[in-house]
């Protein structure tokens, strides 16, 4: 049993649905807030490959497993921290996101067409890979905005703009706590 990262780490953790930006948004918000930038499945693919073979030869199952250890390290780590899509799954992954501030963000099934396509992430390996992604979302977004202290859309507008608000919101709530807002 892990026990939970503990608060004063105080990571800004990203989450949200494949192809929201969080790999691209965190790299710059950290680069911003002068802070270690860590994503999990970046972690995962170093230490065991790339994920659709996880997936081809363990399962997701054990893909999961070890997304849960990145996660896990990357919240010790601190900095501004992007999860995998699924990550907000496990349980254990919700209860640490508890103590850190959690920016969700969001996009439109129109604009994340663009941004998947030719993928190979191993859970749109279907022949309509929108339509399995909107099913995904609909499934995970309770678990998201659970989770989230905050949430962005990065469906329009310059990707600075997004990055300027995580950055202004994230220095705003330093030391006040989480707000529950919503921005767009």
Wanted: no cysteine; net charge negative; proline share 4%.
């Amino acid at each position: 049993m892990t026990t939970p990262t503990t608060p004063s780490t105080d990571a800004i953790v990203l989450v949200g649905p494949m192809g929201a930006g969080k790999t691209s948004i965190g790299r710059r918000v950290a680069k911003r807030l002068a802070v270690g930038f860590y994503d999990s499945d970046v972690a995962v693919v170093r230490a065991h490959g790339p994920i659709e073979d996880i997936f081809a030869t363990a399962g997701e199952e054990r893909f999961r497993e070890l997304e849960r250890e990145a996660v896990r390290v990357g919240l010790e780590t601190g900095g501004v921290v992007a999860l995998g899509g699924g990550a907000v799954m496990d349980a254990a992954t919700r209860a640490d996101l508890a103590h850190h501030r959690v920016v969700l963000l969001t996009v439109t099934p129109e604009v994340v067409a663009s941004r998947l396509a030719d993928t190979t992430r191993p859970l749109l390996q279907t022949e309509d890979a929108l339509a399995r992604w909107s099913e995904i979302m609909e499934q995970r977004r309770p678990l998201y905005e659970a989770v989230a202290d905050v949430v962005f859309d990065t469906s329009t507008g310059p990707l600075s703009d997004v990055v300027d608000a995580i950055v202004a919101w994230a220095r705003k709530n330093e030391s006040t706590g989480m707000s529950g807002a919503t921005e767009s």
